[in-house]
């Protein structure tokens, strides 16, 4: 199993996030907290599960993304690194 290191951006967003769902429903605002952070476990048993993104900057090679589970539109950006 990998770990998964969150860049305090990252949590910041999250945050901004849950915050933002929040306004309209507090309920799906939990259950995105709890969706994603179930999809970071899960990438760091499966972490080359994402697709690989394809970027023209030689300091994105090797990203990936994947979406939080039930919330297509959300991604997250990772790379593994061993």
């Known amino acids: 199993m990998f770990e998964i290191k969150k860049r305090p951006q990252v ?3 999250l945050i901004d996030l849950a915050t933002y769902i929040a306004e309209d429903n507090l309920d799906v605002s ?3 907290l709890i969706a994603a952070e179930t999809t970071f476990k ?3 048993k499966t972490p080359a599960m994402g697709k690989i993104c394809q970027f023209s900057h030689p ?3 090797d990203i ?4 939080i589970k039930g919330f297509r539109k959300y991604l997250i950006f990772y790379r593994i690194f061993e």
Not at 64 to 67: E, N
């Open 11 to 13: 949590i910041r967003d």
């Open 30 to 32: 939990d259950r995105f």
């Open 42 to 44: 899960q990438l760091a």
């Open 59 to 61: 300091n994105l090679t």
């Open 64 to 67: 990936r993304q994947q979406s």
